[in-house]
Nanobody, 120 residues
Framework: QVHLLESGGGLVQAGGSLRLSCAAS????????MGWYRQAPGKQRELVASITSGGSTTYADSLKGRFTISRDNAKNTVYLQMNNLKPEDTAVYYCSADVLTSFGDRDDYWGQGTQVTVSS
């Protein structure tokens, strides 16, 4: 079993910052790409940012410059630093990880989500 646990969400005023964390645990042999997605009410889930095990990053074009993804491979943890937050960033944020388990299975795993609410 593999579990992803997100933390760091909450309520913040526009212009503020939040840092999300997502720690993977369980029967992990290795982790490939890790990423953050978000889903606002009435909208589809969208990619926020992703990062490979080697540190290469990809961002949604609209978020470049405000959000920064990073990871600590030793801790199986991925982070999302969000600056200059806007009300339109309000959403449930999910982390994902491409995991090779110690049993030899490979699959994408998801966290339960953490709510980010930005007030105007």
């Amino acid at each position: 079993q593999v579990h992803l646990l997100e933390s760091g969400g909450g309520l913040v005023q526009a212009g503020g910052s939040l840092r999300l964390s997502c720690a993977a645990s369980g029967s992990i042999f290795s982790i490939g790409s890790m990423g953050w997605y978000r889903q606002a009410p009435g909208k589809q889930r969208e990619l926020v940012a992703s990062i490979t095990s080697g540190g290469s990053t990809t961002y949604a074009d609209s978020l470049k410059g405000r959000f920064t993804i990073s990871r600590d491979n030793a801790k199986n943890t991925v982070y999302l630093q969000m600056n200059n937050l806007k009300p339109e960033d309000t959403a449930v944020y999910y982390c994902s990880a491409d995991v090779l388990t110690s049993f030899g299975d490979r699959d994408d795993y998801w966290g339960q989500g953490t709510q980010v609410t930005v007030s105007s």
